[in-house]
Every structure is written in C-alpha cells, then in structure tokens.
C-alpha cells in the first residue's frame, strides 16, 4: 500500500515491490472527486529478471 499526494500539477508515481508469486498490481487514482482504477497482471519468475 502506497499513497501520494499532488497538488496543481501532473503526477507521476513509480514503485518497487517484491512479490512472490505472479498476481495482479491494482492502482486507484482520485480526480476531480471521481475514483479511477488500473489493473496489471505482473508475472513472478523463478530466480528473478526473467530467469
């Protein structure tokens, strides 16, 4: 869980986790008083960085 604030201009928000199995990455996104959300389904591998 994360959370970050922007006020009067662009956001941008990076992170790193460490996972242990492949599963989805959700990010939910307040503007304008409406509630946005993404979905990215990120795969585990054995070993790490693809390998």
């Known amino acids: 869980m994360a959370h970050a604030s922007f006020a009067g201009a662009d956001g941008y928000f990076s992170a790193r986790m460490k996972m242990g199995q492949t599963s989805d990455v959700v990010a939910v996104v307040k ?19 693809g390998g």
């Open 31 to 49: 503007a304008g008083g409406k509630l946005y959300t993404a979905r990215q389904n990120v795969k585990v591998t054995v070993g790490g960085c």
